[in-house]
């Protein structure tokens, strides 16, 4: 899931193919508040030197005038900018290199943190700080690098889906390396939010990983009740309105444990899910359990949530964004029989395209915000599909490039795959 930090000049000739209208920012990011969201309206940066943008250039010049298009709406949106490494100086310089930026546009930057110590439990993303000090230095640095200025920050994707101890059996006998985890980001949460204009958002996973009980757990431990709210689906490719739903029931579920009857003070692992809830039958019929995949289900755990946590104020749960930058077409599910192990269905699936445009306004009741977080047309590794000893994605016929690595081709069938199909942003027009 890891991207590189764009560089900061732009193409000159994007600039003569695209003409960017200037569009007053209304209602921009304000001082955080209780009230755990993004103002409606909010405009988010674009970086006008994306892989996409020079894509556009490439396939311009080869004449390529369909993929040339294709890639130059890709670019017209906003994206979010990683920071996966480096020395405090380095992010501090870089962060506030693109707040200005994007301060001078009248726009609010979305910036990833992905350097927690053992990130991706050292597999294709693998990387991150090397101890938690180093870790809380370089968090650091990012904070003050963003200063006053308006900012998102999406924190850590898969750090709490995914701790030290879920990495393996023998990952962390003792339990210190998540106790370190979890201390790392209250660390970064309180950090990052003492900053008056950012708005933080805890990433909690997506939809089928952790339970609706265990994310809620996990962002308690990690201080999400301290940040803005928290995010899901980074570099996934769930339908958005599974993550509408999921995110919905870990707000109510969050707010169930701390704000909700006595008995229910601290008690997360009550809440139903996508997996299991209570109201059910579970008789082993047809419908009457939760399935995960089987979304005509979930009105059992719906049920839970209106029995159990009915309509708390919206002002005193937690709003969320999604990442829709890859889930146009929803997750992919491959043939039965065509592979005996895993088929990494989450590793540059076949066929995907990108999903709801990234904005503020998702007349969503508690979604704060679509945004595309993960880089679009970003490999997320060299799968091989778990076939053994195999090097080749049978998908593609090819190895793939390693996680992080820009891809053109992925690139151009999400853009082609585009639902609702691909249209230049508003304030975009092309030239010529």
Not at 3 to 17: G, Q, S, T
Not at 52 to 77: E, H, I, N, V
Not at 414 to 421: E, F, G, V
Request: proline residues 9%; charged residues 20%.
């Amino acid at each position: 899931m890891r991207a590189r930090i764009p560089r900061l000049i732009a193409p000159a000739a994007l600039a003569a193919m695209l003409t960017v209208l200037a569009v007053p920012a209304s209602a921009q990011a304000e001082q955080r508040s209780t009230s755990h969201t993004l103002p409606a309206g909010t405009r988010f940066y674009v970086d006008p030197d994306t892989d996409a943008a020079k894509q556009s250039l490439r396939y311009l010049k080869d004449r390529d005038f369909a993929g040339a298009t294709a890639m130059a709406k890709l670019a017209s949106w906003p994206q979010a900018t990683w920071f996966t490494d480096g020395t405090p100086a380095e992010v501090e310089t870089q962060a506030r290199s693109l707040v200005r930026r994007a301060a001078r546009t009248g726009t609010v930057p979305v910036l990833v943190a992905y350097n927690v110590p053992l990130r991706d439990c050292s597999q294709y993303s693998s990387g991150g700080a090397q101890s938690d000090a180093e870790y809380q230095a370089w968090i650091a640095a990012l904070a003050r690098g963003i200063g006053k200025s308006k900012a998102v920050v999406v924190l850590e994707p898969d750090a709490i889906a995914n701790l030290p101890s879920d990495c393996s059996p023998t990952s962390d006998p003792t339990g210190e390396l998540t106790a370190g985890r979890f201390a790392d980001l209250r660390y970064a949460v309180d950090v990052l939010e003492r900053q008056p204009n950012s708005v933080v958002y805890l990433d909690a996973g997506n939809s089928h990983w952790q339970s609706v009980g265990n994310a809620a757990q996990r962002l308690l431990k990690a201080g999400g009740d301290r940040a803005q709210g928290f995010s899901l689906n980074v570099s996934n490719f769930f339908a958005t309105d599974l993550s509408n739903r999921y995110g919905t029931w870990v707000s109510k579920c969050l707010w169930y444990a701390t704000k909700g009857p006595e008995a229910a003070r601290g008690h997360t692992e009550q809440c139903a899910g996508q997996y299991y809830s209570p109201t059910a039958p579970n008789d082993g019929q047809p419908g009457n359990a939760v399935d995960a995949d089987d979304p005509s289900t979930w009105h059992w755990t719906d049920q839970w949530f209106q029995q159990n946590v009915g309509t708390p104020p919206e002002k005193e749960l937690a709003h969320f964004v999604v990442d829709t930058s890859r889930n146009g077409k929803g997750g992919w599910t491959p043939p039965p029989g065509t592979y005996a192990g895993d088929p990494q269905t989450w590793c540059n699936p076949p066929g995907r395209g990108v999903g709801n445009r990234p904005t503020a306004d998702t007349g969503t009741p508690l979604v704060a915000a679509y945004l595309w977080i993960k880089t679009v047309g970003q490999s997320d590794g060299q799968c091989n599909r778990s076939i053994p000893g195999g090097t080749i994605d049978p998908e593609y016929g090819v190895v793939d490039p390693p996680a992080g690595t820009w891809w053109p081709e992925q690139a151009r069938t999400l853009a082609q795959n585009a639902q609702p199909a691909l249209t230049f942003a508003p304030g975009v027009r092309p030239r010529g």
